[in-house]
């Protein structure tokens, strides 16, 4: 059975988030002032996997020469004001 489910993101650094194996991550965006991501999960899977994430600001280096990184998304903070990139590191 499929259902979509949501985590929690810290708004900047690198994060692990253990969730059902081979989800399937939708989007990310701010709900009520957090952090949070949607991902397509079989809810019969019963082996965990952790999955690597990372947040990037407007202007900010990050080093990709020993990762490789998938796009998410982009979103916003405090009216605007910041703007985050959310990557996955696989």
Sequence with gaps: MQKILKYKLHIIGNMSISMPKNAWILT???????LQI??????????????????VTTGEQFNTYNQDYNYIGTFQTE????????FEIV
Excluded: I, P
């Design 28 to 34: 990310v965006q701010v709900q009520k002032g957090l």
């Design 38 to 55: 949607w991902a397509m999960v079989d809810t019969n899977e019963t082996q965990e996997e952790n999955r690597e994430f990372s947040v």
């Design 79 to 86: 009216n605007g004001n910041f703007v985050g990139h959310l």
